[in-house]
């Protein structure tokens, strides 16, 4: 991926006429910009920041608070709108921003708006800062370290290509395809990135440690809930461990 008109070992590639733009990038020039970028933006941090990030918080918890205040009046919109709301903004308008670093230089409140310390170290802190299918642990290896470091390529653990490769190469009726799309859509949490995520956590501990990965392990292998049901398993932890830290406790 840093060498788009040629291979590491010195080998031509063929670029698409789409893609010739590639072949004339000047990378080091590029990354030198997107540095110089960086670096001004960071300047331009400061508290305008912090009172947007606490704006986003209040109108989170105000949906969690009347969906939760209304899931008791039987199925109803306002419920699910509250509910689905809050949680879909308290993992990708709060946590990712926290977790990604956004506020570490500029919050005055360092042990909580810190990558480190947001929403892990404990369950009553995950519950308080970001309550969701996933561990935030687990989250914060797979897409800050594996998916961002490896973006679109086969390490990345989020390349919808390579996880939908299964969908796009059956050969049944496309009705079921539709069908595994859709079941895939209300069931993506907990069924491939809550297993998915404690993976890559497990992983990095491992490597951390020094711990050969378990043979007949592909880092690169999605797990999903479809690998505690097959004889392989997950080959670096069990449904039980998966239940007691990660999805348990959100049920």
């Known amino acids: 991926m840093c060498f788009p008109s040629k291979l590491k070992e010195g080998n031509l590639v063929e670029l698409k006429k789409e893609d010739e733009w590639i072949g004339e990038l000047d990378i080091a020039a590029f990354r030198e910009d997107i540095k110089k970028l ?3 933006l960071e300047k331009n941090q400061g508290s305008d920041d912090v ?3 606490h704006k986003m918080i209040m109108w989170s918890n ?6 939760f205040a209304t899931m008791g009046l039987s199925v109803n919109l306002l419920a699910i709108v509250g509910l689905s709301t809050f949680t879909f903004s308290r993992w ?6 926290i977790c990604h670093g956004g506020y570490d230089k500029v919050h005055p409140n360092k042990g909580r708006f810190n990558r480190f310390k947001f929403a892990v170290g404990s369950l009553w802190t995950r519950y308080m800062d970001w309550f969701d299918w996933m561990m935030p642990e687990a989250w914060n290896v797979e897409h ?7 973006l679109s390529e086969k390490e990345d653990p989020d390349l919808v290509e390579e996880n939908s490769i299964g969908v796009r190469e059956y050969e049944g009726p496309v009705a079921l395809k539709y ?24 992983l990095a501990k491992m ?19 479809k690998n505690f049901f097959s004889s ?9 461990e998966l239940f007691s830290v990660a999805f348990g406790p959100y049920l």
């Open 179 to 202: 069908l595994n799309v859709f079941m895939a859509m209300c069931t993506w949490k907990w069924f491939y990135y809550a297993p998915n995520t404690y993976k890559e956590l497990k």
């Open 38 to 40: 960086g670096a001004e």
């Open 207 to 225: 490597r951390r440690e020094g711990i050969p990965i378990p043979e007949g392990v592909n880092p690169a292998d999605a797990v999903t809930f």
């Open 144 to 150: 800050n370290n594996r998916h961002h470091y490896n």
């Open 92 to 97: 990708t308008m709060i946590a990712h921003h």
């Open 232 to 240: 392989k398993g997950t080959g670096c932890y069990s449904f039980w």
């Open 51 to 53: 009172r947007h990030l």
């Open 62 to 67: 105000l949906c969690g608070l009347v969906g």
